[in-house]
């Protein structure tokens, strides 16, 4: 059992979650969160964090037949939307005509002016990907007015000084930029979770050097840990995400 599968078993034993007894992180289990937060006098954050967990736990109900002991149930080290970002490792586009449905589906979900513009998965994706990963699991997160637009990550949430693990980093790149989430880094290149790269959902090596910004989200939580330091080895470099 994940984490999240035990988070959403207890809400439910205790009448917080209504939503798909899948294990995903999502809006359900956000909502059911904040209202388990506020009946228990804590802070409204929507986040699985240790008083939260704590609460979960010490509260009994004869539903909850979940047997998992305490070190198996801590907060995870990754923040919730690089969890969900992680569910679609290996997604690709479609060349040609045809979309992939599911990436036509953020931008439906989206709505407003990106329904109607994202037309085919051709056009660049990493900034529809990484709004996706927010708006699901931070719902009161303020987003980037065009969040398509790589670079105007740069003015979203608040600014870090370094890296932490789920961080929002911008990059640079020949007529235009890249958005994607920190993973870790080695002595030359960060490396990224984001959309987009190599046509594709993937962990990728970006050039420190072309880094514009590192960004959190506002109702995220504080950044755990700092830098994560990972080897080259195995993980393909990333010149350009166009």
């Known amino acids: 059992m994940t984490f999240d599968e035990w988070v959403i078993s207890r809400l439910r034993a205790h009448g917080f979650y209504s939503g798909v007894g899948d294990g995903v992180p999502g809006r359900a289990m956000i909502e059911g969160l904040r209202q388990f937060q506020a009946a ?5 954050t929507g986040m699985a ?9 010490r509260i009994g109900n004869s539903r909850d037949v979940v047997s998992i002991s ?3 149930i801590k907060p995870p080290a990754e923040p919730i939307w ?3 970002a992680r569910r679609f490792m290996g997604l690709k586009e479609i060349a040609g005509p045809t979309s992939n449905s599911t990436i036509m589906g953020w931008a439906k979900k989206a709505g407003g002016w990106i329904a109607s ?7 660049p994706w990493c900034g529809l990907f990484i709004h996706n990963v927010i708006a699901t699991t931070l719902p009161s997160e303020l987003l ?15 600014a870090l000084s370094s890296p ?5 980093v911008t990059f640079v790149r020949s007529g235009g930029g890249h958005v994607g989430l920190y993973v870790g880094e080695d002595a030359t290149h960060y490396h990224i979770l984001g959309g987009n790269q190599s046509n594709s959902v993937s962990i990728t090596r970006i050039e420190k050097g072309r880094m514009a910004a590192i960004r959190w ?24 995400e166009a």
């Open 70 to 72: 305490a070190m198996e």
């Open 144 to 158: 980037p007015r065009n969040p398509l637009g790589a670079l105007e990550w740069n003015k979203f949430g608040t």
């Open 217 to 240: 989200p506002k109702t995220g939580g504080e950044p755990k840990g700092g830098r994560v330091k990972l080897t080259s080895a195995g993980v393909p470099v990333s010149k350009n």
């Open 82 to 84: 690089m969890r969900e």
């Open 117 to 123: 513009y994202y037309t085919n998965d051709d056009i």
């Open 40 to 44: 228990e006098k804590l802070p409204v």
């Open 49 to 57: 964090n240790e008083a939260t967990v704590t609460a979960l736990r």
């Open 164 to 168: 932490a693990l789920g961080a929002i």
